[in-house]
Structures are given as structure tokens and as C-alpha cells.
């Protein structure tokens, strides 16, 4: 399966067709602080394959089932949002669902410090 070339991604962007990663960032948004319309210009198709990556990275750590990949996988995933908002300009990361957002990935980066948490009594999952 051949990978989607970012340019043209981006063209399907500017004429309305938003990738899914797009379309679920924007619903994400939304919930978390209001129905702000995003600018074309915000998260695009390259950031968004980055964070991507990054998150299901972070998720394959989690699926170890080990505290500590756990520990690991959280903050990576924190970290990845954060990249997210870092690489956008100032009025793509100015509403309050992007607040709300950033306020999230920087309380889990905090828990993910401590050096004892069990996770097993704040976080159930089960590998699919």
C-alpha cells in the first residue's frame, strides 16, 4: 500500500477534504472548549503524520503491560501532544479547547514524574 504524499494531502486539505487525523483533532477541539473553526493553515498533514507516529508509538509502549513502559508510554504521549501545539502558529493553539488540551498533556507529563504510581488501580485496558 503505497503512503499518501503530503503535498497532495495538503491540496485535498486546502480544497475541504480534511484527513481523519485532522477531523478528529478538530472534534477533540471542540469538545474540550467550544466550536472554533480551524484555519487552513493550522495542523498540517506533515505535524499531524509526526504526531501520529509519535502517539502510536507511545501506545505500543503502553501495551507492554509493564508499570514502567506504562510510565514511559504516558509521557511520550504527552509529549507528543505538546509537539503538536508547539509546531503551530499562535492563533491554531490560541482557543480554549487547545488550552484545555495543552492543561491535559502537561497534568499527565506531572503524574508520569512520580517514581511510584500504580497504574494498575487508575488505568484498566486490555490489548486488542
Not at 13 to 41: F, Q, V
Not at 103 to 110: H, P, S, Y
Amino acid at each position: 500500500q503505497e503512503e499518501p504524499d503530503a503535498g497532495d494531502a495538503d491540496a485535498a486539505h486546502a480544497k475541504g477534504d480534511d484527513p481523519p487525523i485532522r477531523r478528529m483533532l478538530r472534534e477533540a477541539l471542540a469538545a474540550a472548549g467550544g466550536a472554533e473553526e480551524l484555519e487552513a493553515s493550522c495542523f498540517q498533514v506533515l505535524a499531524l503524520q509526526a504526531f501520529v507516529e509519535s502517539a502510536n508509538e507511545a501506545i505500543d509502549e503502553m501495551l507492554k503491560k509493564r508499570m514502567r513502559a506504562m510510565q514511559q508510554g504516558l509521557r511520550a504521549f504527552a509529549d507528543a501532544v505538546e509537539r503538536l501545539f508547539l509546531a503551530q502558529h499562535a492563533a491554531c493553539v490560541s482557543s480554549a479547547g487547545a488550552k484545555v488540551m495543552r492543561l491535559g498533556a502537561n497534568k499527565l507529563r506531572g503524574v508520569t514524574r512520580r517514581l511510584v504510581v500504580d497504574y494498575g488501580t487508575h488505568i484498566r485496558y486490555e490489548a486488542m
